[in-house]
């Protein structure tokens, strides 16, 4: 019969910690699909609305360099889905070659060559035969793009951690608490008869000291979502960067239009005259009517809902709000255990419940959360030298996306390890140097890039005086986290 209570003890708890924690899962998997699908239909969107616009407005033309627009929505695709993209540089090529094929297009009497061309690009940034748009949709769009892949991948984070930490195994020294908590009163005959409230708390505090420690992180982790959850609000509007991405390519279609004349004279100034095409060879003219619509751009007030039924706006004041709601989670965890009433009495009901001795007031005082307030637990005993490696890796999983979150803050897109504020590298530019990057949207939580110590150090500009003693941290951090690779 002991042995009967004592397994059923255990899943009482297990039952009661996961309806806890499901509900928490189930709301970062939720959000995240949301965003997700939020995400790739706006892109998808765009790109339609740029086709559309563009077969309607350029027509052949357009066509015969579609794939270079193509090209350009797949590399942010491919960059949301898998980050292993240098947005900046990406940005650069595509102007770069939009300025070599609109080039040719307005001096079609001239034959070009490869090298011709090449030379023409390195003239992108000198003579900005663009305007002003290429260096504000890169900022715009890396800024955007790395906000909303770093809030996505929080979201999965969130998801992940707490899927991992609902999943308790009780201790032999727990489960003996557990079944003396739950059935030993009905020994006595006092089958009805609830366990005290503080008596359960301490019971919960002390078999969830390990799940109490990520608490800190949690917190710290959470307001860095809310932080970037602002700047998704804000200035690092995805929405507000991609709605109009097709009138803002077109603006710089049309400036370079409308200073082909200067670009071209300057170009042949610094790379050679051209060679004309033979007499029969030469193509008509670009006339001007071929670049000369505009689109009206949306304004804040007309933007679209059609991307996954809803806008960027109202998912993230969604968001903002459960993430309030799971502050202190791990912290208020024994106590919305204990409030269940099919664990332990109320807390009005103080003289009318077992506690663990018999029917009457519980004494003691309650421990505090965490497993280093553990040693002085009068129900429960608790090794504090051995803290749960599961959890420590759940800790070092939100440390490191809380990192990525204020790097996404100040539009920074660094993917690292940092173990501390003071080594953090906001500003320093990307630490994976997007080759190394993981390749899988929907990673595990205790993701990790696959550089090697020596090539983050040179890639975060660390002086090779230096690299031992992260070389030492790194080794630290192989050895908690080896499970997990395995």
């Known amino acids: 019969m002991e042995e009967k209570y004592s397994l059923q003890s ?9 309806e806890q924690c499901n509900h928490l899962q189930a709301v970062f998997a939720s959000r995240y699909k949301k965003f997700d699908e939020f995400f790739k239909e706006l892109l998808e969107n765009a790109e339609k609305s740029l086709n559309d616009m563009f077969v309607k407005t350029y027509g052949h033309l357009y066509m015969q360099n579609s794939e270079l627009f193509k090209d350009l929505f797949e590399e942010l695709k491919r960059y949301y889905v898998a980050g292993n993209v240098n947005l900046e540089e990406m940005l650069n090529d595509f102007w770069a070659r939009l300025l070599e094929r609109m080039f040719r297009l307005v001096n079609s ?20 035969p663009f305007g002003d748009v290429p260096r504000k949709l890169k900022l715009q769009v890396t800024r955007a793009f790395v906000a909303a892949r770093t809030f996505a991948q929080g979201l999965a984070v969130a998801r992940d951690v707490v899927s991992k930490v609902s999943v308790v195994n009780p201790t032999a020294q727990c ?23 503080n008596y359960c708390s301490n019971i919960m ?5 390990n799940q109490g420690d990520l608490d800190f992180e949690w917190n710290n982790f959470i307001d860095a979502m809310l932080m970037v959850a602002e700047r998704l609000e804000g200035p690092f509007n995805i929405e507000s960067v991609m709605d109009p991405i097709d009138v803002k390519i077109s603006d710089a279609i049309m400036n370079m239009q409308e200073n082909s004349v200067q670009v071209s004279q300057k170009v042949f100034q610094g790379c050679g005259p051209p060679k004309p095409l033979p007499a029969g060879r030469i193509s008509r003219s670009i006339s001007e009517s071929a ?7 949306f ?21 903002k709000e459960k993430l309030k709601q799971a502050k202190k989670f791990w912290s208020s965890l024994p106590s919305n255990v204990c409030n269940d009433e099919r664990m332990a009495a109320g807390n009005g009901n103080e003289d009318d419940c077992w506690n663990g001795k018999g029917k009457s007031r519980y004494l003691f005082a309650v421990t505090g959360n965490g497993l280093a307030n553990q040693g002085n637990n009068p129900e429960v005993q608790v090794d504090t030298s051995k803290p749960d490696i599961l959890i420590l890796r759940q800790i070092m999983a939100l440390r490191v996306m809380t990192s990525k979150m204020k790097n996404a803050y100040n539009g920074n897109d660094v993917d690292f390890f940092d173990i501390s504020d003071e080594s953090s590298g906001e500003g320093s530019g990307s630490g994976c140097e997007y080759q190394q990057c993981p390749s899988e949207f929907e990673y595990n939580a205790t993701d990790h ?31 908690v986290m080896q499970g997990e690779w395995r």
Do not use: N, W
Request: net charge positive; charged share 20%.
């Open 109 to 128: 009497q001239y034959h070009f060559t490869d090298d011709y061309l090449e030379c023409v690009s390195k003239y992108t940034e000198q003579l900005k």
């Open 10 to 18: 255990k899943d009482d708890f297990k039952s009661a910690v996961s």
């Open 175 to 197: 489960t003996h608490a557990l079944l003396k908590m739950i059935y030993c009163s009905h020994c006595q005959g006092l089958v009805t008869v609830k366990p005290c409230y």
């Open 449 to 479: 890039s696959g550089k090697s110590v020596s090539d983050k150090a040179s890639s975060a500009g660390v002086p090779a005086g230096a690299r031992p003693y992260l070389l030492t941290v790194f080794c630290i951090l192989s050895l």
């Open 291 to 297: 670049f000369s619509a505009r689109f009206r751009p």
């Open 205 to 209: 505090r002390g078999c969830l000291a």
């Open 299 to 319: 304004h804040p007030e007309e933007r679209p809902t059609t991307a996954a039924g809803t806008s960027l706006d109202r998912l993230v004041t969604d968001v």
